[in-house]
């Protein structure tokens, strides 16, 4: 079985206590429900995922990781259900009605790396992929491993995940997604002093600021490519 990479999704560690009721540490039925928001998504986009629980599949990331198989074309999700210090943290200073919105926003992160990946190593799209500045013409697949091994693009990648995360929450928060959103937008702002290549707040701000018009006639992941690019610092 061959992965193209693993991630883990650090989730709002630095957020306030918002509620004096705090949602617990989230179940494997939970997880599994909040996976199943994001496979439904990615049936949409012809791409199967498999859960897998994390603790035996050998995968210590806390919460949430997820790879695309290379040889079965599959997108798995690994769910970890043991509690980490600073996601116990956040997860104490949230409502527990937000928890499944939350969870949702976590998952279809995970599952946004897969679809990406699919478009590298399986379509070759490197076009879609790529920052503007790089070169595409004769890009390879291992032209591109090279490139992701350098960090050029890991800030780039994290931000199609987030951005497709803020549209998953616009569907099924519309009345609170901009909270959320902020809230994300916080989060990789106050860490970026930690990882810097996981701040994606210059793009989460003009996708807040944005004019919320219509829905455009696409699925989530297609906008999200678009909207990278177009909002691209």
Known sequence: MRFICRRAFVVLVLLGCRSAFAAPYPTVEQLRAAIGVAAGLLKTEGLALEMQDARAAGVTLPLMAAGLDLTSGVCQVFYNPRPEGGLKR???GIQEQDLPVWLGAIAVHEATHCIEQREVYVRRHF??????AFK???MTVQGYLGVVKSG???TWGEALADIASVLYLKR???DQWV???QGIM???RD???KWPSHDTSPWLKKLIAAPDEPPAPQNLFDAAFQLRRQFSP
Do not use: I, T, Y
């Open 172 to 174: 099924a928060a519309p």
């Open 127 to 132: 076009d879609k992929v790529l920052p503007p």
């Open 186 to 188: 916080a989060m990789r």
């Open 152 to 154: 050029a693009v890991e």
């Open 179 to 181: 909270g959320f959103a």
């Open 90 to 92: 956040f997860f104490d």
């Open 191 to 193: 860490l970026a002093g």
């Open 136 to 138: 595409r013409d004769g």
